[in-house]
């Protein structure tokens, strides 16, 4: 976790009071008696696991499905968010996060008009 959490556990160990520990480091009791009922509990200085639903749609191995099929061809029409979600096995909705989450636009590469100079130069004037 926190470098501060491991100095206190390595006071701590080095049998260091509390109020000693608080006036050392700069922190309050509270902090102390956290960072140390959590580390007699699960034995490490490390978070605890998180409650609530694993992820199941934006896996490593879905994101890897996706974003490679997009990889392949980036204009076809079969890479629709809808049409991805049916391949790999999600929601279109949860397609839509991988791609913005990879920095990816939902929608098809249009090829823009190629201006030569002299284009440009007509532009101008």
Not at 5 to 14: C, G, M, Q, R, T
Not at 34 to 58: F, L
Not at 80 to 100: A, C, D, E, M, P
Request: charged share 30%; glycine share 6%.
């Amino acid at each position: 976790m926190s470098s501060q959490h491991s100095a206190i556990i390595n006071l701590h160990e080095k049998d260091k009071g509390a109020t000693e520990i608080g006036r050392l480091l700069d922190i309050h009791c509270n902090t102390f008696h956290k960072a140390i009922k959590r580390y007699e509990e699960t034995g490490s200085n490390d978070d605890r696991p998180r409650s609530g639903h694993p992820k199941t749609a934006s896996t490593a191995a879905n994101r890897q499905k996706i974003l490679s099929r997009i990889a392949r061809n980036p204009s076809s029409r079969k890479n629709s968010t809808r049409k991805l979600g049916k391949t790999v096995g999600v929601s279109y909705v949860s397609v839509k996060r991988i791609l913005n989450g990879a920095g990816l636009k939902p929608r098809k590469e249009v090829e823009a008009h190629l201006l030569t100079d002299e284009m440009k130069a007509k532009r101008v004037t």
